[in-house]
């Protein structure tokens, strides 16, 4: 075996130990490696991201895996897994961590998330352009906490940035960033998932009914949303999660 193919082969072994050892990476991590690679594939198919644009990561305890920089997901395998601590020190891969990690890590510091995904979705980049909240054009806001806020503009990969997003978080699992895209965190990866891409559905489905000359959308207020909140308590079968 060659020293190429020896040092790819321990990069999916190995992570950094306490010590600056080297100890076997757990089954655990190479199995929530592939669930995100998958879902930051789906990303792309869904259209939510533009070439190596967006982020995604899960927590398994105090190790959060996140997606590398500038890589696009269709070449990312197991040799590529990426962990970082929750300072944001690199203990497993050989690849530089997303340039948004400060984002992802303010929301697991912040949260009880299990998942964050940070997504250029088009029709909600666009909606983060024209509101200071996602209007609510639809129920579905409720499963996110409420109205969805949009943070103000901050460059990206910033403490600023980071900041500006748990202000819009509180409260809610969701917001928008201006001029930049989306942020959300839930439970696990398939939530995350999920709510990215109802929140680009209901930004879409306001710029569609908001462009039709001499006519206002209606829009649910705050009582509508409480009491959805109330029934998606216990919404689905739990067996299933």
């Known amino acids: 075996m060659n020293e190429r193919r020896r040092n790819a082969v321990a990069s999916i072994l190995f992570s950094a130990g ?7 990476i757990p089954a655990e991590w190479r199995s929530a490696w592939r669930e995100l690679v998958r879902a ?3 990303t792309v198919t869904d259209g939510l991201v533009v070439g190596t644009s967006g982020n995604l990561s899960v927590r398994l305890g105090e190790t959060v895996l996140v997606t590398p ?6 070449s990312l395998g197991p040799r590529d897994l990426l962990a970082v601590d929750l300072d944001g020190r690199v203990v497993a891969g050989r690849l530089k961590p997303t340039s948004e990690l400060p ?3 303010a929301v697991y510091r912040e949260t009880g998330a299990g998942a964050v995904v940070h997504t250029h979705a088009a029709h909600a980049t666009a909606v983060s352009t024209l509101v200071d909240e996602v209007p609510t054009i639809h129920y579905m806001a409720a499963a996110m ?3 969805i806020r949009v943070a103000p503009y901050a460059t990206y990969g910033s403490d600023a940035l980071a900041s500006a997003a748990l202000t819009a978080l509180e409260g809610r699992s969701a917001c928008l960033l201006r001029n930049h895209g989306t942020l ?3 439970r696990d990866l398939r939530q995350a998932m999920d709510h990215t891409a109802q929140l680009e559905w ?7 009914a908001s462009s039709v000359p001499g006519r206002q959308p209606t829009l649910l207020d705050e009582a509508r949303l409480a009491e959805v909140r109330e029934r ?8 299933r999660r």
């Open 202 to 208: 209901m930004c879409e489905v306001w710029l569609a």
């Open 40 to 42: 930051a594939r789906q």
């Open 145 to 147: 906490g409420g109205p």
């Open 69 to 74: 920089s500038g890589v696009p997901y269709r």
């Open 18 to 24: 306490p010590s600056g050892g080297r100890r076997p």
């Open 184 to 186: 959300v965190h839930g």
């Open 103 to 105: 984002l992802h890590l």
């Open 232 to 239: 998606l308590r216990d919404y689905g079968n739990d067996a």
